[in-house]
């Protein structure tokens, strides 16, 4: 075949490889190489019962300096395993996570914060930060009236890691989630996770954006020895 014959081939090639949404692809090797397609799911296609989260939103839903230190020194976020498995909650010590070295965890970070979905509702979150009052008061509502540390970790007032493990711990959740996503999933975690435990209390925008606001200064940073 001549060269020019062959030349709209090559486009064509080329043009799949890099277009394709979540196609193969477009992974970096080091996902297929690791396994990741056992555990998680990278589009909302397939079976649910999965081991270990969806990462077909990663990027709606994760930092990227925390995603690629993750990725290169794993630790275990949720103590009693995925909530979403088909086991769940029998006891599962979750598994330690593939460590990947520092080229492998760029390429995947960055190919894991494509994924996204496309019709999220935007949030918008006034950048001010919570003043001492409003914290002490949203501290009520998720210690509280939410109970949500009934299943999260978070951080006491002596710098200590307090709280339930039957969910994924937020003591360090300021450095790990976006918080236009947390106010997604505050108001519909069913738009995440089908047949997830995450209560569905009734909030208004505000609420949803405070709390959203207080997870977000829970950073390990602020855990005292």
Request: glycine share 8%.
């Amino acid at each position: 075949m001549k060269p020019a014959a062959m030349r709209p081939m090559l486009i064509l090639s080329f043009a799949l490889f890099f277009l394709l949404p979540g196609g193969l692809a477009a992974q970096p090797a080091a996902i297929q190489e690791k396994g990741c397609a056992n555990c998680h799911r990278f589009s909302a296609e397939g079976e649910t019962g999965t081991p270990a989260p969806d990462l077909f939103y990663a990027g709606n839903k994760f930092q990227k300096t925390w995603l690629n230190r993750f990725l290169q020194k794993p630790e275990v976020i949720r103590k009693s395993g995925y909530s979403g498995r088909a086991d769940f909650p029998d006891g599962i010590t979750p598994e330690p996570h593939p460590a990947l070295n520092a080229k492998e965890a760029q390429a995947v970070a960055e190919y894991l914060l494509s994924l996204k979905l496309p019709d999220l509702k935007s949030v918008p979150i006034d950048p001010q930060p919570l003043s001492k009052a409003q914290t002490a008061r949203v501290k009520i509502l998720f210690e509280r009236d939410y109970g949500c540390i009934a299943c999260h970790e978070s951080i006491n007032l002596a710098g200590k890691v307090r709280g339930g493990v039957s969910g994924p711990s937020l003591y360090d959740a300021g450095n790990r989630l976006q918080p236009e996503w947390i106010v997604q999933w505050i108001e519909s975690p069913d738009r995440f996770m089908e047949k997830g435990r995450m209560p569905r209390p009734q909030l208004d925008g505000e609420t949803a954006v405070n709390l959203a606001k207080y997870i977000m200064t829970l950073r390990k940073e602020l855990l005292k020895e």
